[in-house]
T-cell receptor, first 115, second 110 residues
Framework: ETGVTQTPRHLVMGMTNKKSLKCEQH?????MYWYKQSAKKPLELMFV???????ENNSVPSRFSPECPNSSHLFLHLHTLQPEDSALYLC??????????????FGPGTRLTVL | DAKTTQPPSMDCAEGRAANLPCNHS???????VYWYRQIHSQGPQYIIH???NNETNEMASLIITEDRKSSTLILPHATLRDTAVYYC???????????FGTGTRLTIIP
């Protein structure tokens, strides 16, 4: 247990569906992240939120829409996805105060399959 | 770009020390070396980090060469549960971003 939980753990959706991934951290951190890990590829950073403000958006398509309502929760809203979006989506959190080494704690991930 | 180079795979016998190398020849003076690992179907796990001195914690030791162009992660007594992909990452202190490469797939052999 890392203190970062993600739901659901597995998700299968059609290209016309709308779904949301949820991440919650119980560590008192103030920075949260979404990563994508496709088969045979390195983890790719998608979004970074610090103090509930988005500070990084790595050219992610608009069919992925993040939301950070407070420092403990992070969502990734999905709509009209493509089969190539099938991947493991990982959430992470860190202290983010730029005074520490900012070790990132990762959740277990959501395995997404787009049909 | 990941800025590090690691062998794609390694094997190690159970109970022996696993030594995982990493080259980071373009590392700058304010960049730290971090190691994470990812066990199959789980999220990455932080292991250790260092700047220029050798570091040790309950999981591993990190040896950084004097010129800081390479480092070695040492798992002193490898167990089957250490089978994972190990990532070496260089990163500015306080920088929010982690840039993962392809890592080294370490297999512990019984």
């Amino acid at each position: 247990e890392t203190g970062v939980t993600q739901t659901p753990r597995h998700l299968v959706m059609g290209m016309t569906n709308k779904k949301s991934l949820k991440c919650e951290q119980h560590l008192g951190h103030n920075a949260m992240y979404w990563y994508k890990q496709s088969a045979k590829k390195p983890l790719e950073l998608m979004f970074v939120y610090s103090l509930e403000e988005r500070v990084e958006n790595n050219s992610v398509p608009s069919r992925f829409s993040p939301e950070c309502p407070n420092s403990s929760h992070l969502f990734l809203h999905l709509h009209t996805l493509q089969p190539e979006d099938s991947a493991l989506y990982l959430c992470a959190s860190s202290q983010g105060d730029r005074k520490s080494y900012n070790e990132q704690f990762f959740g277990p991930g959501t395995r997404l399959t787009v049909l | 770009d990941a800025k590090t180079t690691q062998p794609p795979s390694m094997d190690c016998a159970e109970g022996r020390a696993a030594n995982l190398p990493c080259n980071h020849s373009t590392i700058s003076g304010n960049e730290y070396v971090y190691w994470y690992r990812q066990i199959h179907s789980q999220g990455p796990q932080y292991i250790i980090h260092g700047l220029k001195n050798n570091e040790t914690n309950e999981m591993a030791s990190l040896i950084i060469t004097e010129d800081r162009k390479s480092s070695t992660l040492i798992l002193p007594h490898a167990t089957l549960r250490d089978t994972a992909v190990y990532y070496c990452i260089v990163r500015d202190f306080g920088n929010e971003k982690l840039t993962f490469g392809t890592g080294t797939r370490l297999t512990i052999i019984p």
